[in-house]
C-alpha cells in the first residue's frame, strides 16, 4: 500500500514510521519546513524508545520518506492519514479542529483515482463526517471514503503498542474502504489482532470512550488512596484486591499525583463539551476532570507538611519534571502545578529530569535546573519524587541523606518501601500507604 501521513506529530510520526515497517511505502507529509529538513538529515524531534532507529532503518531501506509537498503524496496514495494536532480551544476546552480542516481542503485538491481518507488523530464526533462534506464539496469529482482510525499508543511505549494493539478500530461501513484498511493492518493479522469495524460516529466516540474511562480509572483509585490515608488501609494491597477481578483488570490503578499528558486532560475536557452539547452530559467525566485539577494543586500541601507546616526559606529538591517516564513530554505535567506553589510558599527549587528539562526551563520560572538527582539534593530540606523514571528507583539513599540537610522524602509515585525508608532514617511519606 501507498501511504500518505500528514502531520508530523507524536502520532503522525509513530504511525508513518510503524507503517513502513509493516512493509508500506510511506511518505510524512509536514507544513513545517525546518522538521522535515531534520527528519531527512535522520534527527527525530520527540523522545521515544526505538523510535529513531527505526526510522533509521526504513528511511535507508526507501519505504520510509519525510516531505513538505503534500500534493505529490497525496496523488500518489491508496490512504491518506490525517495526524494533525487537535489541541485544546482556549475558553471552551473544545478540540480545535482548525488544522484537520485545513488539511482535509489541501487533501481534496490533491486527490487522484480511489483514496481512502482517515482521520487518525483524536477527533469529536462528527468529525469524519464533516471532512467527508468538505471533500465532496472541495472536490466534486474525487472517488474518495472516509474513515476513522483512532489511535491508542501511549507516549514512551509508542512503538510497542502501535505494532502489537489490543485491537484495531476502524470506523467505516463501506466495504472497499475497509479492504484498504484490513491490507493496511493485514500484518497485524499474525498476533491475531481483532479488527473491529464500526460507523464513523463509534469509531470516534471509542477513542474518547476510552481514555475517559482509563482517566476515570485513576482518579478513582486516587481517591482510593485518600481514604487509605485516612483508614490506615494500603492502596496497593486494595488495587491488588480489586485488580485481580478481571471485571476490573489490574492495570491503570497505581496512585499518584493525577494524570497529565497531552491526551488525557484534552480528551476528557473535549468529552464533556461534546456530551453537553449532545444534551447528554457525563457527568462522571466532569467530576473526573474536577478530582484530578484540585488533586495536582494540592500535592503540594503534602510537601508543606511534610516539611512542618512552612516552606519559608526552604530547600526542596524535585526529581521527575514529566507527565511519566520516558518521555520528554511536560504538558499538563503534575510538575506543572506543583512547582509554582511551592515557589510561592517560600521555598528554593532544585529540579531535575533525565529528559524533560529543555522544556521545563520554557515553562518554569524560578527554578533552578540541576544536571544530576544527586545535584539537586545538597543541603536540600526535602525531596519530592514527582515522576517515576528508573533512576530514580535506584538512588543510592546513603548518599542521598548525607547530601540532604533534612532526610524527607515525599514520594508521589510510591516507588520506595515505607518500612525500609524508615529502616534507613528517612521520614517518608507516599500516597495511600500507612506510613
Ligand atoms: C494515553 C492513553 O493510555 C493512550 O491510549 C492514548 O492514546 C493517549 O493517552 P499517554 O498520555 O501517553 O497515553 O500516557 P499514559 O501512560 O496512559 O498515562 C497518562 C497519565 O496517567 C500519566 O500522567 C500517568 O502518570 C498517569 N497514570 C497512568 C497514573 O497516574 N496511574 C496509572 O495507573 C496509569
Known amino acids: 500500500m501507498r501511504i500518505a501521513v500528514v502531520g508530523t506529530g507524536y502520532v503522525g510520526l509513530v504511525s508513518g514510521t510503524c507503517f513502513s515497517e509493516f512493509g508500506h511505502d510511506v511518505i510524512c507529509v509536514d507544513t513545517d519546513e525546518g522538521k522535515i529538513a531534520s527528519l531527512n538529515a535522520g534527527q527525530v524531534p520527540i523522545f521515544e524508545p526505538g523510535l529513531q532507529a527505526m526510522i533509521d532503518k526504513n528511511s535507508r531501506s526507501g519505504y520510509l520518506k519525510f516531505s513538505t509537498d503534500l500534493q505529490s503524496a497525496v496523488a500518489a496514495a491508496d490512504a491518506v492519514f490525517i495526524a494533525v494536532g487537535t489541541p485544546s480551544r482556549r475558553g471552551d476546552g473544545k478540540a480545535d479542529l482548525t488544522y484537520v480542516y485545513a488539511a482535509t481542503r489541501e487533501i481534496a485538491a490533491a486527490l487522484t483515482g ?20 468538505i471533500l465532496k464539496e472541495s472536490n466534486p469529482k474525487a472517488d474518495v471514503d472516509v474513515v476513522s482510525n ?62 475517559a474511562f482509563l482517566a476515570t480509572k485513576i482518579t478513582f483509585i486516587n481517591e482510593i488512596a485518600e481514604l487509605c ?6 492502596v496497593h494491597d486494595v488495587a491488588r484486591g480489586i485488580g485481580l477481578d478481571r471485571r476490573i483488570g489490574s492495570k491503570f490503578l497505581h496512585p499518584g499525583p493525577g494524570f497529565g499528558g497531552s491526551c488525557f486532560p484534552k480528551d476528557t475536557r473535549a468529552l464533556f463539551e461534546t456530551s453537553v452539547e449532545a444534551g447528554a452530559p457525563l457527568r462522571i467525566v466532569d467530576t473526573v476532570i474536577d478530582i484530578n485539577e484540585r488533586r495536582k494543586r494540592d500535592m503540594a500541601g503534602r510537601v508543606i507538611a511534610a516539611c512542618g507546616g512552612s ?22 505535567s503534575p510538575s506543572l502545578d506543583i512547582l509554582p506553589e511551592l515557589v510561592s510558599a517560600g521555598a528554593s527549587v532544585a529540579a531535575y529530569d533525565p529528559e524533560g528539562m529543555q522544556e521545563a526551563r520554557k515553562l518554569l520560572a524560578d527554578i533552578e535546573f540541576c544536571e544530576s538527582s544527586y545535584a539537586t539534593l545538597e543541603n536540600a530540606d526535602a525531596l519530592v519524587i514527582i515522576t517515576e523514571w528508573n533512576e530514580f528507583r535506584a538512588l543510592d539513599l546513603d548518599r542521598v541523606k548525607s547530601l540532604m540537610k533534612e532526610p524527607v522524602m515525599v514520594d508521589l509515585r510510591n516507588i520506595y518501601d515505607p518500612r525500609d525508608m524508615a529502616d534507613k532514617g528517612f521520614t517518608y511519606s507516599s500516597i495511600g500507604r500507612p506510613v
Do not use: C, H
Open 150 to 211: 483512532p489511535e491508542f499508543l501511549r507516549e514512551g511505549a509508542a512503538i510497542e503498542d502501535f505494532m502489537r494493539p489490543d485491537r484495531v478500530i476502524v470506523g467505516t461501513l463501506v466495504k472497499r474502504a475497509q479492504d484498504v484498511m484490513s491490507a493496511i493492518y493485514r500484518p497485524l493479522s499474525l498476533s491475531q489482532t481483532p479488527l473491529v469495524f464500526t460507523s464513523l460516529e463509534s469509531s470516534e466516540l471509542t477513542k474518547y470512550a476510552g481514555n
Open 229 to 234: 490515608e485516612k483508614v490506615g488501609a494500603d
Open 311 to 332: 516552606l519559608t526559606g526552604k530547600k526542596i529538591a524535585v526529581l521527575g519534571l514529566t507527565f511519566k517516564p520516558n518521555t520528554d513530554d511536560m504538558r499538563e
Open 114 to 133: 480511489y483514496t481512502v481518507v482517515v482521520t487518525k488523530s483524536t477527533v469529536p464526533v462528527g468529525t469524519g463526517r464533516e471532512v467527508e462534506r
